[in-house]
């Protein structure tokens, strides 16, 4: 089952990366993509990327957000006691580092990869993040199972959400479908925002809500 998922995740590189550099870039360098397999070896990739795309100042970033992820965890749960607690045992932060990951590879025109690994997320934590949702720094997911953040979700700073939040589409709507989130926003467990709407800063979403206008 392993080396079958392995397989297939490496054969998804190989046409992604292939039809990436043909289609979209103008722009081009070559660079490496390198998968470690589960046996310990390594099976490597050439592939071409826009020139400057993977910049040090973005893994800085992405090390920087990771550190306020983590910071949420302790501010808003009282339950949380040490790093290696939070780091190991919160479903919530698992499937934002899974996400965090798979928005940078979808940011880079990536598609097929980055929906794998949120599949990979939804499978082993019960949560279910599109790659292309854009989610700011210190953004807490409590409990978790059961919550969606579709594709076109915009996330402010500071957010929380609780377990059974749906951040969904209506089913009518194409391109921005998917609500915007302000600022210090709390939205209570099985609460469903949907469509393109706006939730302002610091606002409060009562648990089990049906929200389908702006707040």
């Known amino acids: ?22 289609s979209r870039y103008n722009k081009l360098e070559y660079g490496t993509y390198i998968f470690i397999l589960i046996d310990g ?6 592939y071409r990327v826009p020139i400057g795309s993977c910049r040090i100042q973005e893994v800085k970033f992405m090390f920087k957000r990771l550190k306020c992820d983590i910071n949420a965890v302790f501010d808003r749960d009282p ?18 580092l899974f996400h965090r990951f798979s928005h940078w590879l979808y940011s880079k025109g990536l598609r097929t990869i980055p929906r794998l690994i949120s599949q990979l ?5 019960g949560i279910e993040i599109h790659p292309g949702a854009e989610i700011g720094c210190g953004f807490f997911i409590d409990h978790g199972m059961g ?6 979700t915009e996330i402010g700073d500071n957010v929380t ?18 609500p915007t989130i302000g600022n210090n926003v709390v939205i209570g467990a099985g609460a469903k925002v949907l469509g393109s ?11 089990g809500s049906v929200v389908l206008k702006d707040v």
């Open 1 to 22: 089952m392993l080396r079958t998922c392995q397989f297939l995740l490496i054969f998804a590189a190989e046409i992604e990366l292939a039809f990436v550099s043909w």
């Open 41 to 46: 070896s390594t099976k490597t990739y050439k």
């Open 79 to 96: 339950a949380a006691d040490n790093l290696l607690e939070v780091i190991l045992a919160y479903s919530g932060l698992h499937a934002l």
């Open 121 to 125: 997320s939804r499978f082993l934590t």
């Open 147 to 152: 919550v969606v953040i579709g594709e076109t």
């Open 161 to 178: 959400l609780y377990q059974g939040v749906t951040l969904g589409g209506t089913g009518k709507e194409r391109g921005k479908r998917h």
């Open 197 to 207: 709407i706006k939730i302002g800063d610091d606002a409060k979403i009562g648990a």
